[in-house]
């Protein structure tokens, strides 16, 4: 059985597992790899059959068949009033105060359409986002809110995320959304055995958009023994880095540096820092 669950975020609405196993596992080898040449921890043996790869993005997929491609033809016209376009506010004021590129919203009146508008042309100068479109920008936007705004997605992410832990799971490493449900999980399933939680790009810290839609009052601790945060600053997903300020400080938040793919999951999980994590939950596993 598993003793690492990592479970992914946005933007894996047409993969599937084995693909992300095919990603995933590598990279988080290497991971631990980089932790031991660079001196953070001693050689730990982890087998492919060690991880367990929770997918949910196939319940993000359209129904039925469009010819426009994969994602569906989504404009800034798209984004509705409330927590899309609150979220979208949210990745523009962040990317400029990561990108000197990106224009800053400041102090903006306009309408709904007229921002949402004005958001989507700023981030598309974004040196982070200059390689996804509009139409795709706003699809991420809108898995976003309808995990919040959407029980049954809610409940069949979270089904899928209990089905992949055991009695022998001890690390549960988590992307960007996948950091809300494995938080969520966690929180709701005190039982399990599992002792360290690893979170890479989260957006867990946000306020009113992620932080207070959460099924826990703010702040629960989700029952491990230990917490790593791993974030880039100029990962625009993760807006509130720095997560002990919201949950306490036996959250360990740890800055690294991505380069230009900031938000990539495959550079966090080969990241030194992440593989000295995933190590301590192995080694330490104790409650």
Known sequence: ???????????????????????????????????????????????????????????????????????????????????????????????????????????????????????????????????????????????????FTDPAIRAGVQDRFAAAISADTRVVVAHSLGSVVAYEALCAHPQWPVTDLVTLGSPLGVPHIVLHRLVPPVGTWPGVARWVNVTDSGDFVALRPTLRDVYGERVVDVAISNGMSAHEVERYLSAAPTGAAVAAGLLNGQR
């Open 1 to 147: 059985m598993a003793r690492v669950v990592v479970v992914h975020g946005i933007n894996n609405t047409y993969a599937s597992r084995p693909q992300m196993a095919d990603r995933w596992i590598p990279a988080l080898r290497g991971g631990l790899d980089n932790a031991v040449l660079e001196g953070l921890i001693a050689p730990v043996e982890v087998a492919a059959s060690d991880v367990e790869c929770v997918f949910y993005g196939d319940l993000f997929r359209p129904a039925g068949r469009r010819l426009s491609g994969d994602v569906p033809p989504l404009t800034a016209d798209d984004v509705e009033d409330g927590p899309e376009l609150d979220l979208l506010l949210a990745w523009w004021a962040a990317a400029a105060e990561a990108d000197p590129a990106v224009p800053s919203p400041g102090g903006r009146t306009l309408g709904p359409k007229a921002s949402a508008r004005a958001a989507v042309l700023a981030l598309a100068g974004s040196r982070f986002l200059a390689r996804i479109s509009e139409r795709l920008l706003i699809f991420w936007l809108k898995q976003v809110t309808a995990y």
